[in-house]
């Protein structure tokens, strides 16, 4: 059974102190890895899509990046507006639209 | 561009009741996924439908619980006789059809938090 684990749960920072967030996942065939946002009663934004090991992204002071067996969320001298909780979502080889989620990893970050 | 539309944003039920959730996709998308997000725990895949289609189901309870997207108007996710442990966030997604990658970029609505008294 497909699964993703992220880590850690929680994430206090100070503002400008920079730190990864880590998604690890079991798939039977990767056909994406996803990063999402969510703000408190909202829905998940989307930030990336990754598609094979190695691959990397980056959209302000977030990097994405991807092996194998895990992918990590960079945050480079993060802000206030920064604070939420990351997702980290899989679909599989043989899913069309259905995505495995991690359980998130909440970051504060504080001025 | 309005993005995913959801309504009630809130609906509060009493056990045995009905709920009624409805989703509209964004414009041009015309795939809808149905997530379900339960206090202190991560988003569970519902349903993903097309129109008039029921794509993929494997996330939906066996009873009780169902989900249409009619050719007009918006997709519904339906729970009848509403028990305390379906209390959580509801959240539709919207994407176009797989691009050459095949993996679907998903937008998500605001959700919609159904609170069964």
């Known amino acids: 059974e497909d699964q993703v684990t992220q880590s850690p749960e929680a994430l206090r920072l100070q503002e400008g102190e920079s730190s990864s967030l880590n998604c690890s996942y079991t798939?039977?065939?990767?056909?994406?890895l996803f990063w999402y946002r969510q703000d408190p009663g909202k829905g998940p934004e989307f930030l990336f899509t990754?598609?094979?090991a190695g691959e990397e992204k980056e959209k302000e002071r977030l990097k994405a990046t991807l092996t194998k067996k895990e992918s990590f969320l960079h945050i480079t001298a993060p802000k206030p507006e920064d604070s939420a909780t990351y997702l980290c979502?899989?679909?599989?080889?043989?899913?069309?639209?259905?995505?495995?989620f991690g359980a998130g990893t909440q970051v504060v970050v504080t001025p | 561009n309005a993005g995913v539309m959801q309504n009630p944003r809130h609906l509060v039920r009493r056990r045995g009741q009905e709920a009624r959730l409805r989703c509209s996709p964004m414009?041009?998308?015309?795939?809808v996924y149905w997530y379900r997000q339960l206090p202190e725990e991560g988003l569970k895949f519902m349903v993903y439908?097309?129109?008039?289609?029921?794509?993929?189901e494997s996330g939906m309870p066996k009873e009780r619980f169902s989900a249409e997207f009619p050719k007009e108007g918006p997709s519904i996710l339906r729970i009848q006789q509403v028990v305390r442990g379906d209390s959580a966030a509801y959240f539709c997604?919207?994407?176009?059809?797989?691009?050459?990658?095949?993996?679907?970029?998903?937008?998500f609505g605001a959700g919609s938090r159904l609170t069964v008294l």
């Open positions: 439908l097309q129109k008039e289609n029921i794509i993929d």
């Open positions: 997604a919207s994407s176009r059809p797989g691009q050459s990658s095949g993996a679907n970029v998903l937008t």
């Open positions: 414009k041009g998308h015309s795939h």
């Open positions: 990754l598609y094979s």
């Open positions: 979502a899989v679909q599989a080889a043989d899913s069309w639209g259905k995505l495995q």
């Open positions: 798939v039977s065939g990767l056909r994406g």
